[in-house]
């Protein structure tokens, strides 16, 4: 079967292709947000063979590799497949572009509870300041301190020759103080920025870092995702770090992700100034801003869920926001469907429209495109979900099997976690040499990506599951310590306490939680 497309906008290149953690359940029309505590259960379709459809490519900013998880279905079949889209920046926009690269506008909000003391405090401020060095002429800096209420440390600022120290001092003297209040450092965060100017071609980032839990103003999960999104709808993407092992990773890692930024766990405090370079490496890298995914399905076609990500829905229109891209950064999309099956022949699935900033040539991008599948009733249907669908399909149930082995770990249920994490690793290991197969018998006119980025794929996550598992074990005994002459009963060993509350133990749920999240970015 051949696919179905229609031309594309010069400003950006789509391939449509019939190879094609957390599911969302897809219901009326509203803003629906990505839950990272859901575990909605997903089957995948098994078999033998695999088709290819057509690509199409063209422009240079921004790059859709969108495809369905099946060319063709039965028509006796309830129609399920997948639609799978991936957004790429291209890695030489930066570089070949005739402007100056668009400018900033940067809020940094730290903790500054007294739990921050020491090293945490110092490496906070030492990693703002870094930033600040990075900064151009004419980028804008706000840095805002919280504990139970927020203080504005630098308001928005110009950042010149002139003033660079004058805001290094300001940072630095930034000092403890009391309980911790996430929403008000938010909350004052988005006030320093929209003193500014957020229209035009300029970056708009809020960075959050904190080290412990929030308790005090907004505390839970779904009222700071609001509050998130909400920000983000006014073009602001946030970016959390956490530091130490005692923060609320859920609660970092929902802003992060209602806001389209990254969320990111420092194990020790010296490790901020890296995080922060990472961020800032993607800052200056920027080449597109305010992007939406549209996916308009024909009439017939049902949206069942869709995987990790926050959307709105209108009438028969899923409109997925993307934020801000820079140089070769991957964002992607996947969604369950059910196609009708009444008639053989080509059954139409989706129109995509691809809208966007376009950094790098200062103008607005736009591309678009449709998908169809094939209807058949002689037996000859593919069977086996496209390779590349069916890795991004195993990333959200990776991430939400690291999720769920958290909840068990922390419950006390370690043997139950750890049995969870072996077998994902299990099933990690037959997908993968099923995607690397079909992949593989691909005739060469199909679009497919190199072999060896699938295989990267399944590396990952089986690193981050085996990584969960070996520092999910319990505590040896041998790691008992000799109790103090002092302690009660006298003499004899102390023993080390519960895996669970264990620093080690606190930190791999943190790095799990990291890792989920990056396998839905």
Not at 126 to 146: K, P, Q
Not at 266 to 279: I, K, R, T
Not at 400 to 408: D, H, R, S
Request: with cysteine.
């Amino acid at each position: 079967m051949k696919l179905k497309t229609t031309a594309i906008l010069a400003a950006c290149g789509v391939f449509l292709s019939a190879a094609g953690a957390f599911a969302i359940p897809v219901g009326p029309s509203g803003t629906v947000t990505a839950d990272p505590s859901a575990t909605n259960a997903i089957k995948a379709a098994g078999g033998e063979g695999w088709e290819s459809g057509a690509r199409i490519t063209a422009g240079d900013t921004l790059l859709v590799d969108a495809r369905l998880g099946h060319a063709s279905v039965s028509k006796s079949s309830s129609g399920e497949t997948y639609l799978f889209a991936q957004v790429t920046a291209s890695d030489a926009t930066v570089s070949s572009s005739p402007s100056p690269i668009a400018p900033m506008n940067l809020a940094v909000v730290i903790d500054r509870s007294g739990s921050m003391k020491g090293e945490r405090i110092a490496n906070a401020m030492n990693a703002a300041v870094a930033a600040l060095e990075r900064m151009r002429d004419g980028d804008s800096i706000a840095v805002v301190s919280f504990d139970t209420a927020a203080q504005v440390v630098v308001p928005p600022t110009r950042v010149s020759a002139g003033n660079r120290s004058a805001i290094e001092s300001a940072i630095r003297s930034i000092r403890l103080g009391g309980d911790t209040c996430i929403s008000c450092g938010l909350e004052e965060g988005m006030q320093q920025l929209a003193l500014t100017s957020l229209g035009g071609d300029r970056i708009n980032r809020m960075i959050l870092l904190s080290d412990g839990a929030t308790n005090a103003g907004v505390r839970d999960i779904g009222g700071l995702r609001s509050m998130a999104g909400r920000m983000f709808g006014r073009g602001v993407t946030i970016s959390t770090i956490g530091v130490d092992v005692d923060f609320d990773e859920k609660i970092m890692a929902a802003i992060a992700s209602e806001a389209n930024g990254r969320h990111y766990f420092v194990a020790n405090a010296s490790g901020l100034p890296a995080v922060f370079g990472q961020e800032f490496d993607d800052l200056l890298a920027s080449v597109a801003k305010e992007t939406e995914l549209a996916i308009e399905l024909a009439p017939g076609v049902e949206a069942v869920e869709v995987f990790d990500r926050s959307f709105r829905r209108e009438g028969n229109k899923l409109i997925v926001p993307f934020g801000t891209f820079s140089s070769k950064q991957e964002k992607t999309v996947l969604v369950r469907l059910r196609v009708p099956t009444d008639r053989d022949g080509d059954q139409p699935v989706a129109d995509l429209k691809l809208a966007f900033r376009d950094l790098v040539k200062k103008t607005d991008g736009a591309c678009n495109g449709s998908l169809a599948v094939a209807v058949k009733s002689d037996g000859s249907e593919q069977k086996d979900l496209d390779p590349f669908v069916a890795a991004r399909l195993e990333r959200s149930r990776t991430a939400q099997t690291l999720t769920e082995a958290n909840k068990l770990f922390e419950a006390g249920r370690i043997g139950e976690a750890r049995a969870k994490l072996a077998a994902r690793k299990t099933d990690l290991d037959k997908s993968k040499s099923s995607a690397l197969a079909l992949a593989a018998a691909a005739p060469s006119a199909a679009p497919r990506r190199p072999a060896r980025a699938l295989d990267r794929d399944f590396a990952d996550q089986a690193a981050a599951v085996e990584e969960a598992e070996q520092h999910f074990a319990p505590a040896p005994v041998a790691a008992a310590r000799p109790a103090s002459p002092g302690a009660l009963g006298g003499g004899g060993f102390a023993q080390p306490p519960p895996a669970q509350t264990s620093r080690e133990g606190k930190a791999q749920v943190r790095a799990n939680q990291e890792k989920a999240s990056s396998f839905g970015f």
